[in-house]
């Protein structure tokens, strides 16, 4: 055994703490791993083998080893997870957030900085900003720096150059400095360090610029501007008794982690509560190795990534001993500032939500390792690699327009995520006529290239103003025609940086921005086919919607114009009189003998003036 080959280097290393690193043949790094003497825990290697599977893997590749020691075992611990992220070696327990809780980032690598929703922090001379939990909180902060300071949310190159500017700037979300007589760069440089200040928590420094700046504009008498600058001065000031409350331990915050192992690998779910009250859940998966782990080692993994870049709460509840427990709450003491208890609940209300989280990490563990899951995720990557996408099309919103000859035109939206349909997350559109058309007739509509523009301007533009969900890839049940139509829109409303593409139902091509040759997927593969199954499922939710407003419009008549007659009204007549050409040939006075002389009159001249 290579472990073996070592035994000399291992003796002459020292008792102290610190951490360790076993490399293989390709001199990559395949573990990691920490120890109160260096000495007595690499040596306990010597005699592993056989202990389990993943050990004697371990073992046969181990080629060299290197420590780095530290002053205190606290210290290995965070060196050993800081090492672990870095270089992501094959035998550690590494956990993924499946949930991936976002950051929000300043991209003042650009001349205008935006702020955006990011997955990861990345070193690209950016600010970022977080974790944000619950993640929607990354979405409402982001509104806040558009509604408050004016940052934009389009992906324009801006030169000041252009000769108007977007509907952002009219409702006050945005500076606009795309136009120059209206924004200067100085001016947007000032709303950049505002937000910055905004987004590092510095509220305290950012309310006294705010007011110092508002008591300018007042003497210079720029009543509008100090007004902007007093709202978003008490909007700071708001956010931040919020934060000093919620900050209190006395509210009862707590995390609780269930786990569930299994041979393809391990699920944990962990219950943010804060306030007596769970706001979110975070989830984290691993796949198995060589098999071997157990519960313990993936918490106390879990523990240490979980908390490595956000300050843990006073409790973290746990459903098994930890090897390492002391260790662990002496770290994150050091990171939170004060004290952490790690503890099992035996009872109660406590006991009860541990159970909770167990058996919603069992519940994913059997989504997440079922063959239908792993299939979708197999088409996900497909579908990445083939449209060139940045990431993992996660989100995947579709958009179908039903109609007849133009009349009673629908569209409709449906929503895919993780490759399965979220049927609550649907959406159904009424088009509006065409303002400018000429014909009388209240159910013609405009067609199919301008109706795909409306409905998917009116979608972006409210999920714009909400601050999300954005999607990974936009699909449109159409052509080159309809999806020019859709990228019009994004454009419209400052987010053409989304992708979308156009699947063609007949020969099942694939459209998109950048290509003008259309794209021809597997016929057979995974990725068409999920993208089929999402197309059918929009054009099935957009006709059942257009047979509804059809039969709808069916049941109307036209008696309802009549001033006075209503449903029972309506009734009567019809019955009376056998039909609408029926009523249209009635006397005043046979008219009148049923609805009366009012009514009557009001029928009379209802036809005459529409024969």
């Known amino acids: 055994m290579p472990i073996q080959d070592l035994k000399d280097q291992i003796a002459r290393l020292p008792e102290q703490p610190g951490v360790y690193l076993y490399f293989n043949a390709e001199d990559e790094t395949i573990y990691v791993g920490k120890a109160r003497s260096l000495r007595d825990r690499t040596r306990s290697y010597l005699g592993a083998y056989g202990s389990n599977a993943k050990t004697d893997a371990l073992l046969d590749e181990i080629t060299r ?7 205190s075992v606290v210290e290995a611990l965070a060196l050993e997870n800081n090492l672990i992220k870095q270089r992501y070696p094959k035998f550690n327990i590494l956990l993924r957030d499946d949930k991936n809780y976002p950051y929000l980032q300043l991209t003042t690598s650009e001349a205008f900085p935006r702020v955006l929703v990011a997955r990861s922090v990345e070193r690209d001379g950016n600010v970022y900003a977080g974790p944000f939990l619950p993640a929607k909180f990354a979405r409402r902060t982001m509104s806040l720096t558009h509604k408050v300071f004016g940052i934009r949310s389009c992906n324009e190159v801006i030169t000041g150059q252009r000769h108007r500017p977007c509907l952002e700037y009219d409702i006050k979300r945005c500076l606009a400095p795309c136009v120059a007589s209206i924004c200067t760069a100085e001016q947007y440089t000032v709303a950049v360090a505002d937000t910055r200040l905004f987004l590092e928590g510095r509220n305290d420094e950012l309310a006294d610029q705010l007011r110092v700046r508002m008591t300018a504009a007042a003497a210079d008498e720029r009543f509008e501007e100090a007004a902007h600058l007093r709202d978003a001065m008490r909007t700071v000031q708001t956010l931040q008794e919020r934060q000093q409350k919620m900050a209190s331990a006395e509210l009862g915050d707590r995390d609780v982690f269930g786990v569930k192992l299994g041979a393809k690998g391990a699920v944990v779910q962990v219950f943010l ?40 709460p006073p409790e973290i509840h746990i459903p098994v001993a930890l090897a390492e427990q002391e260790l662990l709450e002496a770290w994150l003491a050091q990171r939170a ?17 541990l159970e909770l989280a167990l058996r919603n990490a069992a519940l994913a563990y059997r989504t997440r390792f079922d063959t239908n899951a792993t299939a979708n995720y197999d088409a996900l990557e497909v579908l990445q690699a083939a449209l060139r996408l940045p990431k993992l099309p996660r989100r995947i919103d579709c958009f179908d327009i039903s109609t007849i000859q133009g009349s009673d035109t629908v569209a409709s939206m449906v929503v895919c995520e993780d490759g399965r349909l979220k049927p609550a997350e649907y959406r159904k559109f009424k088009i509006n006529p065409d303002p400018g058309s000429r014909t009388p007739d209240p159910v013609r509509f405009l067609d199919d290239f301008a109706a795909m523009e409306q409905v998917v301007r009116r979608r972006y533009a409210r999920v714009l103003e909400n601050g999300g969900p954005f999607p990974d890839l936009i699909v449109i049940d159409g052509g080159k025609g309809q999806l020019n139509a859709a990228y019009g829109a994004l454009e419209t409303v400052g987010l053409s940086n989304l992708m979308a593409v156009g699947l063609a139902k007949k020969e099942e091509l694939v459209f998109t921005r950048d290509s003008l040759e259309p ?14 199954r999402i ?16 039969t ?49 009159d009001a029928v009379i001249e209802y036809f005459s003036t529409n024969p």
């Open 535 to 550: 197309r059918d499922e929009a054009h099935r939710f957009a006709i059942t919607f257009h047979r509804q407003s059809r």
């Open 337 to 353: 500032g004060r004290k952490v208890r790690i503890e099992m609940p035996r009872r109660g209300d406590k006991k009860g939500l």
């Open 273 to 312: 509560v804060r306030g007596g009250r769970v706001i979110e859940r975070v989830e984290f998966v691993t796949d198995a190795k060589e098999g071997g782990e157990t519960e313990s080692a993936v918490v106390e993994a879990a523990i240490q990534q979980f908390y490595w870049d956000q300050p843990p």
């Open 552 to 600: 709808k419009r069916d049941l109307r008549s036209e008696l309802d114009g009549v001033p006075g007659i209503g449903l029972r009204r309506r009734k009567t007549l019809l019955t009376m009189f056998g039909s609408l050409a029926g009523v249209r040939r009635a006397t005043r006075e046979e008219l009148a003998s049923v609805v009366g002389a009012k009514t009557a």
């Open 519 to 532: 794209l021809a997927l597997d016929r057979h593969g995974s990725a068409l086919h999920l993208l089929q």
């Open 65 to 71: 080893i290197e420590v780095i020691v530290t002053d």
